[in-house]
């Protein structure tokens, strides 16, 4: 006990050389003595700390569940903490100008399917049959998302089908950093509410946003990547392989691993 002492206090000592500040760690107490204190006050808890005595960004904490720290994404002064419900949600960015192309759209597209689903599919951005009938995907690309759905036998009304935008981008261009900033924050909402078990983003502007990279489509597929403790794979959008046939078997080959993945976490 007296060297395991020693070897944290040389550890705070190291930390201390390197950044010159640290949180001490609190005074040794009594088992008794800390419950009793916890229970009075529950302010008074340790929130989760490093080994340094530094506090951990929720975000950043495997400890905690994967809709806690996916909530800590989303900015402290920003009202859908406070939401309980998808409905909540859906109205409040459906009367909300965030960004300039939120004056612009025609419907707001938020999101559709079973709010309890254990699959959410994410998408990049609404086009112009989403923005005319405030749905994602209901145009061609819709249809053959439906199509490869139902090859691993999930319903559309099974899984819940999402946007990182809510808003049409003009001419269906990329997004730009700021309405990504902006909107992101809403399906960050979507997903705590939600607790799906499993993530699928169609399309490498998707999956590069989710997961903060810089990456080809070709990188970031055939695998399972983590979200915040989700896990996460990446595939062709419908609409490319409307234009490029080949890729539709590679697809064939990231959804089946999704449907394993999937039927691994839900049969418990």
Known sequence: MADWLQDARNALAFEEA????????PPPASADSATA????????????????????????DPSLPPWERIAALIPDDSPLHDMETLEEVEAWATNTVLVPIDEERENAVLGVGDPNADLVIIG????ANEDQQGEPFVGRAGQLLDKILAAIN?????????????SRPPNNRDPLAAEVEAHAPILYKQLTLIRPKVLLCVGKTAG???LDRSSSLGNLRDQ????????????YHPAALLRNAQWKRPTWEDVQLLRTKYDELTAA
Request: aromatic share 10%; glycine share 6%.
């Open 18 to 25: 390197l950044s010159g500040d640290f949180l001490p760690l």
């Open 37 to 60: 204190s916890t229970a009075d006050d529950p302010t008074d808890a340790m929130p989760n700390r490093d080994l340094f005595g530094n506090e951990l960004d929720p975000a950043a």
């Open 124 to 127: 990049e951005a609404p086009g």
């Open 154 to 166: 999930f319903d559309r009304s099974e899984v819940y089908i999402t946007n990182i935008l809510k």
């Open 208 to 210: 590069n946003t989710m």
């Open 224 to 235: 399972f990547h983590d979200f915040y403790g989700i896990p996460l794979m990446v595939t």
